[in-house]
């Protein structure tokens, strides 16, 4: 599930107050939706009277929270094992050249492997999502079958 | 970590490893499926023997089971031989061998959809690439009636949609993929280009599409209720693509219009090649060498299917298959070995198949283990070595076990040639 940053936009306060980095609420919320700012980053926000707000904001970017740095979920109740998201990321072919053949990935300095049929993220610091480039790339997840991947 | 071949399908992957340690398995590169298979063999990796007697089932030796086995061949007519696409090139040898020597009847799983694609008179079309060729080369792939998704999980990454080979540097950037099915599959989600068409319908969708590529008949209107413009969009696709590869699988062979569907893809190919473009169609299924099956079986009847040894010599029945004889009632006994048919067979001829004296060499925990009176458990192929399969495209694998062995003896290998070595110590059938 994907955060839609007006509904974000409707939650803040839409003072703005230019306090955060975005400088407008719009901004911020956007930042929001892509998991770059947190709640707390908005200080009108943290005032009285924008309690029920704040929460509803909290509970909808928990589970993007869990995903760690870099947004990628891996349900691998989900996963078949297919590697598709070894052959398909780029820092897995530039990291370990024969998996672009479609190679299993052996040496460990992927993104990803499969290890016992199912897909792991080995090395989480690598991808292109994770600061400080912060790439919008999305590949694991667009040829993920059976959504098991998803990036928040 | 040691290499390993995976036999949990037809890929026949050798790029994965494993290590089993203290008892536990790990694996790198093999898909839940084969992860899976490769668990279970090592589970079951030890030789056991059964006989059953008024529905008890009792351990014995090895040995004596194999000569028991050999009597009840003997002893049932013509008996029936089925199995065999799950086992190596060298079972299946030895068991046509044995066929001949029992004038029984030589039959397998492909005989259900395998071998009429490979009977197909567009095989003369020369449709044999190897999927290595599709890997550098193929630039448009078709999936037809099939979804690796579900049971080849690793073809889109190994061979097909998305790594990169010589003229497709950039990978799945470079390719385009169509998803046909009567169904919504999860292969659809990757694809460029999917249609769900109505069941039976997969004929005239080729015949549509071979014609608007030849030029004979343009789309104008909509396709089995899919919008013109769509279809014409994946028709120009096979025009614009230097290769196409097709795949097919049980939506084209088993929705009883196989032969229509099969005429179709045949058009299709030679309407793509008119336009001096490149076309290959392959046949998709789970069974790890229903290839070796169809090889060693051409080689005796030049036509791969069944085989009747029944008058001594092997010969191809195009009146009635095996299984219509089987239904028929006209095996007593059968062999089975290395497959678990009844679980695949359709029903009457499960029905009459549990009906016969079964002899069953393979994994334990077969359907056909609990019927039969005999069971020789025996450890899974992949756990042996030296032994050969053939991939789909017909590409021999040898298989690589692991070292120390993990399964003890005797394998399957060793269990059939004792056993046609019982059977040719008692004569045969005269």
Request: with cysteine.
């Amino acid at each position: 599930m994907k955060l839609n940053p007006m509904e974000m936009y409707n939650l803040l306060p839409k003072t703005n107050c230019r306090q955060c980095e975005p400088k407008t609420c719009m901004a911020f919320a956007t930042k929001l939706a892509l998991g770059d700012v947190n709640p707390d980053d908005c200080p009108p926000l943290l005032e009285e009277g924008f309690e029920a707000n704040l929460q509803k904001i909290r509970d909808l970017v928990a589970p993007m929270q869990s995903a760690a740095e870099t947004g990628i979920k891996l349900d691998e109740s989900k996963c078949t094992g297919c590697s598709n998201c070894v052959v398909a990321c780029p820092v897995d072919v530039a990291a370990e050249p024969p998996t672009s053949e479609g190679k299993a990935a052996q040496v460990g300095t992927t993104v990803f492997w499969v290890e016992n049929g199912i897909s792991k993220i080995i090395n989480l610091e690598k991808c292109r999502r994770f600061p400080p480039n912060r790439l919008n790339c999305r590949v694991c997840e667009q040829y993920c079958c059976t959504n098991a991947i998803e990036i928040w | 970590m040691e290499e390993i071949v995976c036999t949990g399908c037809y890929l026949l992957c050798d790029d994965s490893t494993i290590e089993v340690k203290d008892g536990s398995l790990r694996s790198l590169g093999l898909c839940r499926l084969g992860h899976a298979h490769l668990e279970s063999a090592i589970e079951h990796a030890t030789p056991k023997a059964f006989v059953r007697t008024d529905g008890k089932s009792n351990e014995i030796a090895i040995d004596d089971a194999i000569q028991q086995a050999a009597d009840i061949l003997l002893e049932g007519g013509s008996p029936l031989l089925i199995g065999w696409s799950q086992t190596s090139d060298e079972v299946i040898k030895e068991g046509l061998d044995m066929a001949a020597r029992v004038k029984g009847f030589f039959d397998s799983m492909s005989s259900l959809g395998t071998s009429q694609a490979m009977r197909h008179e567009m095989h003369s079309l020369k449709l044999e690439a190897d999927l290595e060729y599709v890997r550098n080369h193929g630039e448009f792939i078709i999936y037809w009636g099939t979804d690796p998704s579900e049971s080849l999980h690793r073809h889109p990454s190994r061979f097909a949609v998305l790594p990169r080979g010589e003229k497709i540097p950039e990978g799945v950037e470079s390719r385009t993929l169509g998803v046909v099915d009567v169904r919504q599959t999860e292969t659809m989600k990757i694809a460029n280009h999917r249609f769900i068409i109505p069941i039976g319908s997969d004929a005239e969708l080729l015949e549509t599409l071979a014609a608007d590529i030849t030029g004979t008949s343009k789309i104008d209107s909509d396709v089995l209720g899919i919008p013109a413009t769509e279809v014409i969009g994946f028709s120009q696709r096979f025009q614009k693509s230097d290769c196409t590869a097709i795949f097919y699988g049980s939506g084209i062979l088993n929705s009883g219009k196989h032969a229509d569907n099969l005429a179709g893809i045949q058009k299709l190919v030679e309407a793509i090649r008119s336009i001096g473009k490149e076309a290959f169609a392959f046949p998709m299924f789970t069974e790890p060498n229903s290839m070796g099956v169809i090889k060693h079986v051409a080689d005796v009847t030049s036509v791969p299917c069944s085989i009747d040894y029944s008058s001594g010599t092997g010969v191809h029945n195009s009146d009635v298959t095996a299984l219509q004889k089987l239904v028929q009632g006209e095996h007593s006994t059968s062999l089975v070995v290395g497959d678990d048919v009844l679980a695949a067979l359709p029903r009457p001829a499960a029905m009459a198949l549990a009906k016969t004296r079964i002899i069953y060499i393979g994994t334990p925990n077969a359907i056909c283990d609990r019927f039969a009176e005999i069971s020789i458990h025996t450890p899974d192929q992949m756990l042996e070595s030296g032994t050969t399969m053939e991939r789909i495209d017909m590409v021999t694998v040898t298989l690589k076990g692991l070292t120390p062995p993990v399964g003890s003896k005797p394998t399957i290998l060793e269990v059939i040639t004792k056993l046609n070595a019982a059977i040719h110590d008692r004569g045969g059938v005269k």
